[in-house]
């Protein structure tokens, strides 16, 4: 299956959502000079501490807004980037969208889980 052709879109009612909200997030002077100067060098990859659905959201929207490369892939939320590109393992999928002049999103971190697996000794 091929890179999809463009960054996501969320559906319209989400992305009317959250653009209201996100649309007052002031984008800093380091932010808005470091982007553009990572892009003339090669490939933008933001990295992020912790999984998160609000950050990938905001950065996105920050990207379109400011005009900077749109997210192509993030690890571990690649399902709200579109339809799964079923077959390729992770590093190929960034590998592409880096290629294609997307951004990507790596997450550093798994969410916590909300039940933590117990050990044979701690269940019932």
Do not use: C
């Not at 003339?40 to 990938?56: A, E």
């Not at 959201?57 to 339809?83: C, K, Q, T, V």
Request: no cysteine; aromatic share 8%; glycine share 8%.
């Amino acid at each position: 299956m091929a890179l999809l052709s463009g960054p996501w879109q969320p559906a319209w009612v989400l992305g009317r959502a959250y653009a209201r909200l996100f649309d007052k997030i002031p984008a800093g002077d380091s932010f808005t000079r470091a982007v553009p100067a990572a892009a003339s060098r090669g490939s933008v990859v933001h990295v992020v501490r912790n999984v998160s659905v609000l950050d990938l959201l905001a950065l996105d929207h920050l990207s379109m807004r400011l005009d900077f490369p749109r997210i192509g892939f993030a690890n571990e939320l690649g399902a709200w980037l579109g339809p799964p590109r079923i077959g390729k393992p992770p590093a190929e999928q960034l590998r592409e969208t880096v290629r294609s002049g997307l951004a990507a999103l790596l997450f550093m971190k798994r969410p916590p889980s909300v039940l933590p697996k117990a050990s044979a000794t701690h269940r019932g």
